[in-house]
C-alpha cells in the first residue's frame, strides 16, 4: 500500500498547480481586504475607546468584548447562514472577508486603544492648547506617535489574519484551504496537499512575522 506521501502523489501536486495557485491568489486578495477593513474599523473603535464621552467607550467595549469573546467560526457561519434569514445575500467572498475584517478588527482597536493610551498626556494638552477638537488632536497629533507603538503588534495580528482565513473553508469561500481540502478529497492525496498548502501559508506569513520580529528589536533599542 503506497504511503501518505509517495512520488506519484507529488507528481498529482504539480500537473495541478494551478488548482493551488487558485487559492493561493484568493487568500491574498482576501487578506488584504479583510486587513483594510479591520484597519478602518479597529482605528475607529480604538479613538473610541479613549474618547471623553461614555457611549462611544461603551461601544468600544461592547463591540471588542463580544468580538473577541466569540469563535471566528461561528461569526462566519452566522453572516453565511444568519444574513440571508435578514434578506441580505451576500457571495460567499464578501462573507468571509467581512467575518474576518470585522473579527480582527476587534485586536486592532485594542493595539490602537494602547498606543493612545502610552502618548503622554501633556501631548493632548498641546494639540488642545492649539484648538484642536479630539479628533482632530488624534488625527494630526496623538495617531501619529501612536502608530510606531503600534507597528509590531499589528504587523503580528495581520500574519494571524492570513492564516483565520482557513476558516472560509468551511464555506466554500475558495481560498487556499478550501482548494486544499477539495482537491485532496477527490483523490484521496492529502499528504502533499496539506504540506504544499502549509508551505504557501508559511510564505506569506514569515516574512511579515520576521519584519514584526525587527520592528520589536527597534523599539527596545530606541526604548
Same mark, same amino acid.
Given at each position: 500500500?503506497?504511503?501518505?506521501?509517495?512520488?506519484?502523489?507529488?507528481?498529482?501536486v504539480l500537473r495541478d498547480w494551478q488548482v493551488f495557485a487558485e487559492g493561493f491568489g484568493m487568500?491574498?486578495?482576501?487578506?488584504?481586504?479583510?486587513?483594510?477593513?479591520?484597519?478602518?474599523?479597529?482605528?475607529?473603535?480604538?479613538?473610541?475607546?479613549?474618547?471623553?464621552t461614555k457611549p462611544l467607550r461603551y461601544l468600544n467595549r461592547i463591540y471588542v468584548e463580544f468580538?473577541?469573546?466569540?469563535?471566528?467560526?461561528?461569526?462566519?457561519?452566522?453572516?453565511?447562514?444568519?444574513?440571508?434569514?435578514?434578506?441580505?445575500?451576500l457571495p460567499v467572498f464578501w462573507v468571509g472577508m467581512l467575518g474576518i475584517g470585522v473579527y480582527?478588527?476587534?485586536?486592532?482597536?485594542?493595539?490602537?486603544?494602547?498606543?493612545?493610551?502610552?502618548?503622554?498626556?501633556?501631548?493632548?494638552?498641546?494639540?488642545?492648547?492649539?484648538?484642536?477638537?479630539?479628533?482632530?488632536?488624534?488625527? %494630526? !497629533? *496623538?495617531?501619529?506617535?501612536?502608530?510606531?507603538?503600534?507597528?509590531? @503588534? $499589528?504587523?503580528?495580528? #495581520?500574519?494571524? +489574519?492570513?492564516?483565520?482565513?482557513?476558516?472560509?473553508?468551511?464555506?466554500?469561500?475558495?481560498?487556499?484551504?478550501?482548494?486544499?481540502?477539495?482537491?485532496?478529497?477527490?483523490?484521496?492525496?492529502?499528504?502533499?496537499? %496539506? !504540506? *504544499?498548502?502549509?508551505?504557501?501559508?508559511?510564505?506569506?506569513?514569515? @516574512? $511579515?512575522?520576521?519584519? #514584526?520580529?525587527? +520592528?520589536?528589536?527597534?523599539?527596545?533599542?530606541?526604548?
Open positions: 500500500m503506497p504511503g501518505p506521501f509517495a512520488l506519484f502523489k507529488w507528481q498529482a487568500t491574498i486578495l482576501v487578506s488584504v481586504l479583510a486587513l483594510v477593513l479591520a484597519l478602518v474599523l479597529g482605528i475607529l473603535f480604538g479613538m473610541m475607546g479613549t474618547a471623553q468580538i473577541q469573546n466569540t469563535p471566528l467560526v461561528i461569526q462566519i457561519f452566522f453572516l453565511y447562514n444568519g444574513l440571508p434569514y435578514l434578506g441580505v445575500m480582527h478588527g476587534a485586536y486592532v482597536a485594542e493595539v490602537v486603544r494602547a498606543g493612545i493610551l502610552s502618548t503622554p498626556k501633556g501631548q493632548f494638552e498641546a494639540a488642545y492648547a492649539q484648538g484642536f477638537s479630539y479628533w482632530g488632536a488624534m488625527r %494630526y !497629533v *496623538i495617531l501619529p506617535q501612536a502608530k510606531r507603538m503600534a507597528y509590531p @503588534p $499589528l504587523t503580528n495580528l #495581520a500574519v494571524n +489574519l492570513i492564516k483565520n482565513t482557513s476558516v472560509m473553508a468551511m464555506v466554500a469561500g475558495g481560498e487556499l484551504m478550501y482548494h486544499a481540502d477539495s482537491w485532496a478529497s477527490s483523490n484521496l492525496y492529502y499528504g502533499p496537499a %496539506y !504540506v *504544499i498548502t502549509g508551505l504557501l501559508y508559511i510564505a506569506l506569513c514569515l @516574512p $511579515l512575522a520576521t519584519y #514584526a520580529k525587527y +520592528l520589536e528589536r527597534r523599539l527596545e533599542v530606541s526604548a
